[in-house]
T-cell receptor, first 115, second 113 residues
Framework: AQSVAQPEDQVNVAEGNPLTVKCTYSVSGNPYLFWYVQYPNRGLQFLLKYITGDNLVKGSYGFEAEFNKSQTSFHLKKPSALVSDSALYFCAVRDRSGNTGKLIFGQGTTLQVKP | DAGVTQSPTHLIKTRGQHVTLRCSPISGHKSVSWYQQVLGQGPQFIFQYYEKEERGRGNFPDRFSARQFPNYSSELNVNALLLGDSALYLC????????????FGPGTRLTVT
């Protein structure tokens, strides 16, 4: 079965410091991977995706993610965190078992950036 | 351009009742997917519709149904509501059936009492 794991319920970081939000995946075949962010009482906003190509993917708001096939990971990173980055982050993988756009999401990681 | 819109924003229903949630995709998008997000969990896939046909169904009971209209808007219907149906229901639109990027609406918060 295909799945995504986000091992940390919460990540705390000081403003200006680098941040990492972890994600590991389990899929058959080549993965299509995504990161979304959710602010309180809001829907999901797309941050970035990995389909193929360079292992380092750059996305919105200064975020980037590194695809590591050997470790089956797709960690989200940002060199310098902002207080406004505080939100709920979801990693997702496209379900390759059917011809649909179905996304399988992790449980989410709350990022808290303190001034 | 307007993003994905959903209505209503919030609603409260009683166990056993029926509910209809609505979604309008981004102009030009022909695919709509529905997800359920229970508090503290990631979204779970319910349905995908493309060109007015069901293209995918998640692991949800038959109490859940949906349809897509000629203008590509969509409705999600839930019958015989249970307390466990309380969740944020998210609609996502995309250009095609397997388009990489999906754009989510703000969601409808359903509370079942």
């Amino acid at each position: 079965a295909q799945s995504v794991a986000q091992p940390e319920d919460q990540v705390n970081v000081a403003e200006g410091n680098p941040l990492t939000v972890k994600c590991t995946y389990s899929v058959s075949g080549n993965p299509y991977l995504f990161w979304y962010v959710q602010y309180p009482n809001r829907g999901l906003q797309f941050l970035l995706k990995y389909i193929t190509g360079d292992n380092l993917v750059k996305g919105s708001y200064g975020f980037e993610a590194e695809f590591n096939k050997s470790q089956t990971s797709f960690h989200l990173k940002k060199p310098s965190a902002l207080v406004s980055d505080s939100a709920l982050y979801f990693c997702a993988v496209r379900d390759r078992s059917g011809n649909t756009g179905k996304l399988i999401f992790g449980q989410g990681t709350t990022l808290q950036v303190k001034p | 351009d307007a993003g994905v819109t959903q209505s209503p924003t919030h609603l409260i229903k009683t166990r056993g009742q029926h509910v209809t949630l609505r979604c309008s995709p981004i102009s030009g998008h022909k695919s709509v997917s529905w997800y359920q997000q229970v508090l503290g969990q990631g979204p779970q896939f319910i349905f995908q519709y493309y060109e007015k046909e069901e293209r995918g169904r998640g692991n949800f009971p038959d109490r859940f149904s949906a349809r897509q209209f000629p203008n590509y808007s969509s409705e999600l219907n839930v019958n015989a509501l249970l307390l466990g149906d309380s969740a944020l229901y998210l609609c996502a639109s995309s250009l095609g059936q397997v388009a990489y990027e999906q754009y989510f609406g703000p969601g409808t918060r359903l509370t079942v009492t």
